[in-house]
Structure formats: C-alpha cells, structure tokens
C-alpha cells in the first residue's frame, strides 16, 4: 500500500530530506512524505517545527544511546567490587553476596554469565552519583548543540530494583539528568536506568516522573554532583593534612576523582581529529548506516584506553593512592 502524501492524501514519491531520520516522542522512526514539491512547500510553514523536533529526538536518542554505553563499558573497566556469590531469590530478583571492606584494586567483573540487562543492572547498582559526576564530561560533550539547559534531578524510584545486594545495598535515591531541548520539551536522562530493567536511558520527562519517579528530592543546575565530590575531596585533603590518615570511605571519594579526571582525559584522547576520530557530538549525528558501527568502535576505544591509563596507576601506587598523589601535587 503506497504511503499517502500528508497534505493531499494522494500517492507519496518522496518525503522530508530534512527529517528524514528523525524519531518521535518514543524514539521511533519517523517521516513525512509528500507527492510533489508544491504539496511540500505548502505545508512548510507547518511541518518545520516538527521537523525541527524530530532531529532534535534523534540527536537526545542517540546521545542517550551512546552515553549509556559508555557508562556501562566506564563501570566494567573500573570495577572493584569482590562478589562472594549472585544466587536467585525466589521472588526472581538476583541476590548479590560481596565482600564489606573496602577494595583498593580493580577485579574482574564476575557477573559475565548474567543476562545483558541483569550485567546492565549490576553494573549501575551502586552508581547513583556516577552518571553525573565522573560521566560529566561525556554527557556535556554529547549533547552540545542539541540540549538548551541542563539539569540534575536526585529522585526516589518507584518499584524495587533487578538485584538486591546483601553486604552493600545501594543508597534508594540516585541522580538523572533532565535535558529540555531548543523546542522546549524536557527529557529525563537516566544512564543507570538497567537496574530498574530498561536499556532506555531517553525518557520525555512527564512520562519519566510518571511512571518511574516517588519523588523529586533536588533539582540543580548540571555539574551540581561534580561540585558535590570536589567538596569532598577539600575536606579529605584538609584531614589528610592535619593527621596523614585517610579511611576507607575517603579512599573511595579519591578514587571516584581519579575515575573521572582519566575520563575526560580518555574524551580527549580518543576524540584526535589528528587521528581521524570523532567527538561525541559528531558521532551522535551520523547517518543512521553508520552510527552503530561508530559506536561500537568508540566505545572500544574508550575502554582499552582507560583501562591503560588506569593499569599504570594500579601497578605503582593504588587507585586511591594515585588520586591522593595527584591531589597534593607528587
């Protein structure tokens, strides 16, 4: 059955160059099509704010996409949690057994026979403030030129999440992004959003709220989180000064420093134009043959780089000890 011309109805030859890829509110692909030109210039006037839009969408889709990727791929290579066990309970939920003390190497992820979404969701579990803090630089980055204002939402979910983890439960509120875009819509930006049991991290806000939010604890303004942690690190460094002890809990701040200054160094790295590589920004607007291939290439790139730069830091000092080195200038 031919496809009808949205302004006459009649038999469609071709359809909006402009938007040709772009998607709806849902993310899927969408398009408007036309039987002649004149039918298409007669309803410019109308269809280009929605044109507009649905670039837009697609550009949010595919940054979302891209960064939660990333963030997966961030958390494996940094992973230093000890797993004892992960049995099934018998309400179906994973039940996830670890040692209680601190870790200051990284370990091998020991979730690799899971599911892809239940790995998504142990991989996010205990990341509430990651996604905004030590991902800041890649989300910036990705969004540039399709995001107007963006925003930090600490939330309370609704419904339990995929695993429960026994000796370190994560904290229940976690951080998202909110994205409202140049046609004034509001997006929800949830990178951690596998362990809730959605590969979706582009929700529109409303719907996001609705469906997925108890309650709205703070909004601020992006970077909020980040400043949040250099707070932390002043306060550690102001202990470390007076009796040269840093605990546990302070190692862990340390080391969530470190994560992030080696990732907006991997962003730079891997983003040479020298080398013929691309930012985020770029790869998120490719055409739609060439983005996933893209993709996958970069987030490869990103990890093994990471993964050099953190093995070096391993071999020497420690993450922790490295993070605290680099803090007082050694």
């Not at 892809?116 to 800041?136: D, F, N, R, Y």
């Not at 979706?200 to 303004?221: E, L």
Request: glycine share 6%.
């Amino acid at each position: 059955m031919a496809t009808p011309c949205t302004v006459c109805k009649g038999s469609a030859k071709h359809r909006c160059s402009r938007c040709s890829e772009g998607v709806d509110v849902d993310g899927n692909p969408t398009s408007t099509w036309y039987c002649e030109p004149d039918c298409q210039k007669a309803h410019w006037s109308i269809h280009k704010t929605e044109c507009k839009s649905a670039n837009l969408r697609k550009h949010l889709y595919r940054a979302g996409d891209l960064l939660q990727a990333i963030f997966l791929a961030h958390t494996r290579t940094t992973w230093n949690y000890r797993i004892v066990n992960i049995e099934r309970g018998a309400d179906g939920r994973l039940q996830v057994h670890s040692e209680q003390k601190y870790t200051e190497h990284r370990v091998a992820f020991q979730g690799a026979h899971l599911s892809a979404i239940e790995q998504g969701a142990l991989l996010s579990h205990h990341e509430g403030v990651t996604p905004t803090s030590e991902m800041g630089g890649a989300i910036k980055q990705a969004l540039a030129g399709t995001v107007v204002n963006l925003e930090e939402s600490m939330v309370i979910p609704k419904g339990a999440p995929l695993l429960e983890w026994k000796a370190r439960p994560g904290p229940e509120e976690y951080w998202v992004m909110r994205a409202k875009l140049a046609d004034g819509s509001l997006w929800a930006l949830d990178l951690a959003c596998a362990k809730f049991g959605t590969t979706r991290p582009v929700t529109p806000w409303t719907t996001f709220v609705d469906q997925r939010v108890t309650a709205i604890i703070a909004t601020a303004p992006a970077g909020t989180t980040e400043r949040m942690l250099d707070d932390s690190l002043d306060e550690i460094m102001a202990k470390h000064k007076q009796s040269g002890v840093v605990d546990d809990l302070s190692k862990d701040v340390l080391c969530t420093d470190s994560f992030r200054q080696i990732a907006r160094y991997v962003l730079s790295l891997i983003a040479s134009h020298e080398d013929g590589h691309m930012t985020l920004t770029e790869l998120a607007k490719l055409p739609n043959e060439d983005f996933e291939a893209a993709k996958k290439a970069y987030v490869v790139r990103y990890a093994h780089t990471f993964n050099t730069l953190l093995e070096g830091a391993e071999k020497t000092d420690g993450l922790s000890a490295a993070a605290l080195k680099l803090r007082i200038g050694l």
